[in-house]
């Protein structure tokens, strides 16, 4: 049984900074991309960053230049740095993986709780 299990998550002060961490586990097959989505109230699910197990990345316009995604395929596990935090970054953060054998699937993790301070 796959499961993704997120940390990191908390509290900081606008232009600090948090970084997240994802573990998949319970597949011998890798996972790619796997990926940061995050949801505000009242607002639809958006993607943050996602990285292949190549290491191509790609990340929201709104987090570029201040985000940085990264993974270590050994471990199976995707982290996000994010520095120069915004108010606006303020969300619940959902780490996503896609794996492509043996089946197409997607597995989300439970969501960890991001709070960026004025």
């Known amino acids: 049984q796959v499961q993704l299990v997120e940390s990191g998550g908390g509290l900081a002060q606008a232009g600090g900074s948090l970084r997240l961490s994802c573990a998949a586990s319970?597949?011998?097959?890798?996972?790619?991309?796997m990926g940061w989505y995050r949801q505000a109230p009242g607002k639809q699910r958006e993607l943050v960053a996602s990285i292949t197990s190549g290491g191509t990345t790609n990340y929201a316009d709104s987090v570029k230049g201040r985000f940085t995604i990264s993974r270590d395929n050994a471990k199976n596990t995707v982290y996000l740095q994010m520095n120069s935090l915004k108010p606006e970054d303020t969300a619940v953060y959902y780490c996503n993986a896609e794996q492509r054998l043996p089946l197409l699937r997607y597995y989300w993790g439970q969501g960890t709780q991001v709070t960026v301070s004025s």
């Open positions: 319970g597949s011998s097959f890798s996972f790619s991309p």
